[in-house]
Structure formats: C-alpha cells, structure tokens
C-alpha cells in the first residue's frame, strides 16, 4: 500500500519568517488551536499548537519572507519531518516534530 506524508496546516503566524541560506530557506511558527468541551465541568477549553515550518522552496521563501508578518494567516502544505539527534545527546531523547514546505 503506499502511502502519504503530507499535512495541511491553516493558523496564524507567531512573528514574521527568519531567513537562512542567504535567504533561499526561511522559518516561521505558525499557532492553531483545537477547542472542545471538558465532560466533567461542560466548559469549552481551547489549546494552541505551534508548529515550525522550514521553508525549502527558494521562491517560496523569497515570498514568504518579502510578505508574512507576525499574525499573518497561512496555509501550508507540508511533509511532516522528525529532527535527528546527534548521537550524544540521546539521553535527551524527546521527539519532536517540524514541518517542510513542499
């Protein structure tokens, strides 16, 4: 069966795209929230994710850093990448997760 590593995220992000490479990669947070209902109290609680998205494109960075800023709605169609970890630092083991623009 194949399969697909793809995610789309939709927020707002938390401060406008860093640039790296000399620009042709860029980085920027992006925030969602999820709300729902708490069954013991009946009170809705709302929590915000931030996900990093790594911007690989080179036009695509160029235009997200000439054009985003912080709070600046985007959508973004990712493959979803875990970060390596050296192997000294092991003991440190904590997954996380990042996003790669296509």
Do not use: Q
Not at 6 to 16: H, K, N, S, V, W
């Amino acid at each position: 069966m194949r399969t697909t590593n793809l995610l789309i995220l939709r927020g707002y992000t938390g401060g406008a795209p860093k640039a790296f490479g000399a620009g042709r990669i860029a980085k920027v947070s992006v925030a969602t929230n999820r709300s729902w209902i708490d069954k013991t109290t009946g009170d809705r609680v709302e929590k915000t994710d931030w996900v990093t998205v790594t911007i690989l494109n080179e036009h695509d960075a160029k235009f997200a850093l000439a054009n985003v800023r912080k709070g600046s709605p985007v959508y973004a169609e990712c493959r979803v990448g875990g970060i390596v970890i050296p192997e000294g630092r092991k003991d440190h083991l904590r997954r996380r997760y990042h996003c790669r623009g296509l």
